[in-house]
């Protein structure tokens, strides 16, 4: 039976088989502990990470000292703010974010409410981005932390980093942000950004799920974390474990990967995208959830009147995978906390759908979804 055509990137990736190729030997012939430096097989693997960490670094104008690997970027965003809280619970306990981030942000900051931190979530304006002035007035003289996702998971919109990274330096405040749908997608520079911690995926950028990094600032200010996994003492003791050289590899190789082919993929992704969007939008009660341009080129999110929205998810599944605007947690389908945050109602929120359009979609294939969304969709009405 054929499988339906892929169009859930921003959920995850399938690994690039040059990739693959250049983590197996990983496995089998440089299967050491990069921890074990008495003989070869450690050397070899620890090479491994340290080429790979170079790279990553490379990659968002970083030093390779910045990079601390984790298991994802939940991990990395868990690192980040917890670690920020703990080490600056003498300076101050306040810390600023938005209602339109991941749970992995907004999940620990809530968990350090109780801990006695006050937490500042922040409105966005309708089309998803950030009110600036709205972020600088906010800011106090105990505010030790503002987290801002640079892409956003759902709408794909881009948040100026650069600006909101100038207000944090200018007021002495660290600033961290989620780009785990960014990395490999567009430019990212820490030094010219402004940015103190930088949240990172391997499987958002054809990598293997499992792997991630935080970037963690060491000059201008050194960032100071407490560490939140305790043991070994890798990766300068802020997150010990056994390092594992196979994803490292891939994770870089990925990044390496997809800056270098950028400027031709998101030419050739932002065409698809708009081909999409122009067929689709010819049919009335359609809305486009985001900023129409200063978001991902691969993400379309679009509401859809006058249908139910697992009725709509349903009818698409045997001939394209993608995902809703809603979220299902304990049994319970709740309306997605972004769209919701942007203005929807809950009805619209419900009926919305996410393409995530990725590296081996085809042209003919997003002819074949736009068309099968219309046909649904009119079948509903």
């Not at 006050?118 to 409105?123: A, F, G, H, Y």
């Not at 990212?188 to 402004?194: D, H, Q, R, T, Y």
């Not at 985001?290 to 691969?298: D, E, K, N, S």
Request: aromatic share 6%; with cysteine.
């Amino acid at each position: 039976m054929k499988r339906a055509i892929y169009l859930d990137h921003h959920a995850t990736t399938p690994v690039d088989p040059r990739v693959l190729s250049a983590m197996l030997p990983y496995f089998t012939e440089h299967f050491g502990n990069p921890a074990s430096v008495g003989h070869a097989y450690g050397w070899e693997a620890e090479e491994g990470v340290k080429r790979s960490r170079e790279q990553l670094a490379s990659s968002i104008h970083a030093t390779p000292e910045e990079i601390i690997f984790t298991s994802g970027a939940t991990e990395a965003n868990n690192l980040a703010i917890k670690g920020v809280a703990e080490a600056y619970f003498g300076q101050g306990r306040h810390i600023i974010t938005v209602q339109t981030e991941h749970n992995a942000v907004l999940d620990p900051c809530r968990y350090l409410q109780p801990l006695g931190f006050e937490v500042t979530v922040l409105p966005t304006q309708i089309d998803g981005l950030l009110d600036l002035d709205l972020l600088e007035k906010s800011l106090r003289s105990d505010t030790i932390l503002v987290s801002v996702m640079a892409a956003n998971n759902e709408i794909g919109v881009l948040q100026p980093l650069d600006k909101i990274g100038a207000i944090c330096h200018q007021h002495q405040v660290l600033f961290h942000t989620d780009a785990a749908q960014a990395i490999g997608k567009i430019p990212l520079n820490v030094e010219a950004m402004n940015i103190d911690l930088m949240s990172l995926t391997g499987h958002k950028v054809y990598a293997p799920k499992g792997i991630g990094a935080l970037y963690v600032r060491r000059r201008n200010p050194r960032v100071q974390l407490a560490p939140q996994m305790h043991g070994g003492g890798q990766e300068r003791g802020l997150r010990s474990g056994t390092l594992y050289p196979p994803q490292i590899v891939g994770f870089a190789k990925a990044v390496e990967l997809a800056i270098l082919e950028m400027p031709a993929e998101s030419e050739r992704i932002l065409g698809l995208r708009d081909r999409l969007w122009q067929t689709l939008s010819q049919l009335d009660g359609i809305h486009l959830n985001g900023h129409p341009t200063q978001r991902l080129a691969a993400n379309l999110n679009i509401s859809v009147e006058g249908v139910d929205g697992q009725a709509l998810l349903l009818g698409l599944q045997p001939i394209v995978a993608v995902s809703s605007g809603s979220a299902c947690t304990s049994a319970k389908i709740e309306p997605s906390h972004v769209l919701t945050a942007l203005g929807l109602s809950d009805q619209l929120a419900y009926a919305s759908i996410r393409f995530g359009i990725g590296r081996f979609n085809t042209v003919e294939e997003i002819d074949r979804v736009a068309q099968v969304v219309i046909d649904t969709i009119r079948s509903l009405r």
